[in-house]
């Protein structure tokens, strides 16, 4: 094993037994030396510590691995325990349910050293939990790019830009990813793209996102991610006002819209009218950010910037409701 840490790469365990081995062995597989892997769990109740067991027993004498425990529940927790025990002069997230290119670390360490990235950002590619591919991201070099996807995988940051900013996952029960990125990006000196498209995202319909996020309650709102986010990048570094607002705008929409298929129109109404408050309070101008169009932001999905365009068309001319109300008659 090479003494030199290269890359620490990061995954949080909750009860992931039945894709844990393929994702642990993708890590394990990668072509790059100096590749430490650490395995934080979050209490598993299944299979999950026989699994990491056998990787641990398997693997240990080839590759650099770290196995620790987190008390509290939470993705940010097990993240956070993870970020403190990396060495690697870069840190990357895997998701237990997740796996990646044997390549994907080594070609994006090259592209970072050789740009001197405080954070290098790759696109990624949707498959099915066989691995069959549904789609495939590959970013470009337009400004919104990094802000495509906000999640912490699929990029390098260098660990003295996390270390030195003490930049952490929040404790909440959704966003805390979106925090976490960020504020990396707001202290970054230097962010990067990369056209590598090398992470798996597998969709997964039993994952958390996709269950019991859709529920509007206290613990599931947004606002307290708001409210720290608004805590945390003022004064403004690296991360443009304009595109921060967008993409404020960009999770609004996708928010509601994606808690409304479970909850009542009531509900989903009552959540919209908050959100939308904090908005139009701390972003009185969001009607008129520049970004939002139907060929606009440039980097971003067409489909997605004029629904996200026309959605807030509809909130200008006080019409969204009636928009909630068709769409969750079509995806009731």
Excluded at 58 to 84: C, D, M, P
Excluded at 257 to 277: A, H
Aim: proline share 2%; net charge neutral.
């Amino acid at each position: 094993m090479d003494d030199f840490i290269k890359v620490s790469v990061i995954v949080p365990v909750y009860n992931g037994e039945p894709y844990l081995d393929r994702c642990l062995t993708s890590l394990a597989e990668q072509t790059i030396d100096g590749l430490e892997i650490i395995i934080v769990d979050n209490g598993s109740s299944d299979g999950s510590i026989a699994v990491i067991d056998s990787f641990i027993n398997k693997w240990s004498l080839k590759r650099r691995i770290v196995f620790q425990t987190e008390s509290k529940s939470g993705n940010a927790y097990a993240r956070n325990k993870g970020i403190s025990q990396a060495h690697g002069e870069y840190i990357t997230f895997v998701d237990q349910d997740d796996y990646v290119d044997c390549q994907l670390f080594e070609r994006l360490y090259e592209n970072a050293n050789e740009l001197g990235s405080d954070v290098i950002v790759s696109g990624y590619q949707i498959v099915n939990s066989n691995g069959n591919l549904i789609r495939s991201i590959r970013l470009d070099h337009e400004k919104w790019a990094p802000y495509r996807v906000v999640a912490p995988w699929g990029k390098l940051y260098k660990r003295s830009l996390i270390a030195d900013n003490s930049i952490s996952f929040l404790p909440v029960n959704k966003g805390e990813d979106v925090f976490f990125v960020l504020n990396a990006y707001n202290r970054a000196k230097r962010i990067d793209i990369s056209f590598i498209v090398g992470y798996k995202w597998v969709y997964n319909k039993k994952s958390l996102s996709h269950t019991e996020h859709k529920h509007i309650d206290q613990k599931n709102s947004i606002i307290s991610l708001y409210d720290e986010l608004q805590s945390s990048l003022y004064p403004l570094g690296s991360v443009e006002y304009d595109l921060l607002e967008y993409l404020l705008i960009k999770l609004t929409v996708h928010e509601v819209l994606f808690c409304s298929r479970e909850e009542t129109y009531q509900s989903v109404c009552k959540y919209y009218d908050e959100l939308v408050d904090w908005i139009d309070s701390y972003y009185p101008q969001n009607e008129s950010n520049r970004l939002l169009g139907a060929f606009s932001p440039k980097g971003e999905e067409i489909k997605r910037c004029i629904f996200v365009a026309f959605f807030w068309k509809m909130k200008r001319y006080k019409a969204a409701k009636r928009f909630i109300y068709l769409y969750k008659k079509i995806f009731k």
